[in-house]
């Protein structure tokens, strides 16, 4: 069984076919680059820093930079986006204020959450960025419970959400488009089909090759899409988001696409897959891809290179600074933020706290996965 | 003997049973070539094959509903869970099938099953990698708990509920995988479901805990010796079915007793071993029962070292009981 289409953009050499250009500008596009830039760079910064032990854990999104910033760039900023974990660009398109993920990466004080979650949980309210959840899979309802209910309320609003190859093994996925398809929800689910869900690849993952072919079964479309090619991704997440508000219903993407790095800070990828694989990977880099279909266009050069390097960097490193400088949450923020208002059980918990005397155990432990 | 590892017993607990027994598979996330993500299935799938050890697709609810499919045929299925955190997709399957089917079916068709999970904070997992989450199975009539805190018990009690002919949550306390090395005997090493064990005899106090807090509860334990404080810790082992006896014996001898979960306080474990004593041996106590527990919150990420029991808040809790 195959899917509907395959669509590639932005051929290796950077040339694009006649016609499949989305024709964005240049300012546009070269936002677009500097997002994905920022975005390894991030990457790159946050795994050394889990090395040095100054945070606890990362996740790389490294070789998905096209397939998570491309899609979210059909949205309009009012749109709701339903994220996993591995969508770090999306914020830094939406502009959330980097601080913010740097301190949540910490969990300190100046985290939105309050150093609940392990790092990379964000939850961005003011980029109507839902809180990420580590149960996978769990936030494909939601997306399509949000979009039913932008229906009920004649909004315009279009939900997308995005999963990993592995979470369309989970419940959430069906009854996600299932229930999108039934009540016609303005959703995209953009399945982001990175090959593996840690050590366990797809084909032991699913009995269809393709993500996007279980769409047909649900009564919506499913498309399989370049993932490492940014415009592509664009084009056919610009198609389903129109689609959605026009009142047409949910679409399922499929982003073709590969994880180049680690499943997290802790796994070993040499273990379960083969260096020849990755190689070939390499030479599809998202980033590169795009890098020369920009040099086409003539909207890259060495010095445009060297500024957004050099910028993403000073920007992340400078944050980094202000973070280090910051404290843990109050050991009361702990006892909050569980009901609207303390009951008395949990205040009297608080109260038992901290009054304890002598030092708090040791901080110990590190993340094995 | 061998010097083992909590986890390096769980390993070889699972390959003697799949060696002495070919119904028993193993299977679940990662648990084939990577070997678990903590490694406690590391091997099998070279000695045992793809058959007897696989990966599954992501969804728990499979993995369980399938392990029912399984065990209702004649294997012997120990499913694993990931985190005990992911379990609850699965939870209408361990609930309303795997514990039932003994019981609806009046006794025609049963589920022996393992499914092992790790559980616990400790490894600055934030809330979705730390949660202690046994008083759920505990509730449920047909699932028997079982939660070692030591390697030798982790080998003696996998090997027990591998061959036990009901369905079994062994949960396995993750922050001290790798912490604790113990001499572990080679080869059959059964440790019966039902049965405790005294961890260190006392006089004045009784302290029950089970999994992680029991290493935790030794450490106050020495704080209160200082104090002049004869303190007793009972490990049950199996939370369900309970050695009553031991406990209660325990706390007959010694007049007082501390109760420690890092799980919610609210309706845990703990709260059920208190109502017991309470029930069966008030007459012999001469201070309140006292819980030590994780506080009713989600389980935090940084401040999880606060969040958990610690000696200090142990301690604090054994003070009390003698504050009468
Ligand atoms: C319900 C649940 N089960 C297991 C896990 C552990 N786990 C974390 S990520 C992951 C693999 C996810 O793979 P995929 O959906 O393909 O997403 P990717 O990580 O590749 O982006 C697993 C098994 C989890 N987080 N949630
Ligand atoms: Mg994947």
């Known amino acids: 069984m195959t899917a509907t289409k395959y669509l590639s953009v932005i051929d290796k050499d950077g040339k694009v076919a006649k016609g499949k250009d989305p024709n964005l500008d240049a300012e546009e596009l070269r936002r677009l680059y500097r997002v994905m830039v920022t975005t390894r760079v991030m990457d790159e910064r946050a795994l050394v820093l889990q090395r040095q032990g100054r945070i606890g854990f990362y996740v790389p999104a490294t070789g998905q930079e096209a397939s998570h910033i491309g899609s979210a760039y059909a949205l309009r900023d009012s749109d709701w986006i339903f994220p996993s974990y591995r969508q770090p660009g999306i914020p830094l398109l939406r502009g959330a204020k980097i601080d913010h993920l740097i301190a949540e990466w910490y969990g300190y004080e100046g985290d939105i ?16 960025f839902v809180s990420v959840s580590s149960p996978i899979g769990t ?21 997308m959400t995005y999963f990993g190859d592995g979470a369309t093994s989970s419940n959430d996925f069906h009854s996600g488009l299932n229930f999108a398809a039934v009540y016609r929800a303005p959703v995209v689910f953009v399945c982001e089909n990175n090959h593996w869900a840690i050590s366990v690849p797809v084909s ?29 991704v664009y084009r056919v997440c610009k198609e389903a988001v129109e689609r959605a508000r026009r009142g047409e219903g949910p679409t399922l993407v499929e982003t073709v696409t590969f994880r180049m790095g680690p499943h997290s800070s802790s796994d070993d990828p040499s273990k379960y897959r083969d260096a020849a694989t990755v190689e070939q990977w390499k030479r599809r880099d998202p980033i590169q891809r795009f890098q020369r279909y920009l040099q086409q266009r003539r909207l890259w050069n060495e010095a445009f290179e060297k500024e957004c390097q050099e910028s993403a960097r000073a920007t992340i490193n400078e944050a980094i600074k202000r973070v280090e400088a910051t404290n843990k949450p109050a050991p009361r923020t702990m006892f909050e933020d569980v009901y609207m208002t303390m009951p008395p059980h949990l205040q009297e918990q608080m109260q038992d706290l901290l009054s304890l005397e002598g030092p708090a155990a040791a901080d110990e432990g590190a993340f094995p996965l | 003997m061998t010097v083992m590892t909590l986890i390096q017993a769980v390993n070889d607990a699972l390959k003697h049973e799949m060696r002495r027994d070919d119904r028993v598979v193993v299977f679940g996330e990662d648990v084939g070539v990577k070997g678990g993500v903590f490694l406690a299935t590391e091997g099998l799938q070279a000695e045992f094959g793809k058959d007897r050890c696989f990966d599954t697709p992501l969804s728990e609810c499979g993995i369980i509903g399938t392990a029912v499919g399984m065990a209702l045929y004649g294997l012997r299925p120990i499913p694993e869970i990931q985190f005990l955190d992911f379990i609850y997709p699965a939870f209408d399957q361990i609930v309303s099938e795997a514990a039932k089917m003994r019981y609806r079916s009046g006794g025609e068709y049963t589920c022996p099953m393992v499914i092992r999970s790790p559980y616990g904070g400790g490894i600055k997992g934030g809330h979705y990698h730390s949660q202690s989450a046994e008083a759920y199975f505990c509730h449920t009539p047909g699932l028997k708990v079982v939660i070692p805190s030591t390697p030798a018990d982790a080998k003696g009690l996998l090997i027990a509920s591998i061959r036990d002919e009901d369905p079994v949550m062994f949960l396995e306390p993750k922050r001290i995988y790798r912490t604790l090395k113990q001499e572990v005997p080679e080869g059959e090493h059964v440790v019966p479901i039902g049965k405790g064990r005294i961890v260190r005899e006392g006089k004045d106090a009784t302290v029950i805990a089970y999994g992680a807090m029991v290493g935790i509860c030794e450490q106050a334990a020495e704080l209160a010796a200082k104090e002049g404080r004869s303190v007793e810790i009972v490990d049950p082992r199996t939370l369900v079915p309970l050695d009553e006896p031991l406990i209660l014996d325990s706390v007959r001898k010694t007049g007082r007793c501390v109760v420690v979960y890092e799980a919610p306080r609210t309706c845990g474990y703990g709260a059920e071993l208190a109502a017991i004593v309470a029930e069966k041996a008030i007459e012999y106590l001469e201070g309140p029962i006292v819980r030590v527990a994780g506080f009713d919150t989600p389980f935090p990420y940084t401040l999880d070292n606060l969040y958990m029991p610690d000696a200090r808040r142990v301690l604090r809790g054994i003070q009390k009981t003698f504050q009468w």
Do not use: F, W
Not at chain 1, 113 to 128: A, D, E
Not at chain 1, 223 to 229: H, I, L, T
């Open chain 1, 204 to 232: 032991a993952q699913s009995g269809t090759e393709e993500m996007a072919v279980k769409a047909e079964a649900y009564g919506m479309p499913g498309v399989r899409v370049d993932g490492n090619d940014v415009l592509a």
């Open chain 1, 139 to 159: 936030q494909i309802s939601h997306a399509a419970g949000c979009a039913m209910a932008m229906r009920m309320r004649k909004h315009d609003g279009v939900a």
């Open chain 1, 113 to 128: 959450c309050k150093g609940r979650q392990m790092p990379v949980h964000y939850s961005l309210r003011s980029i109507h």
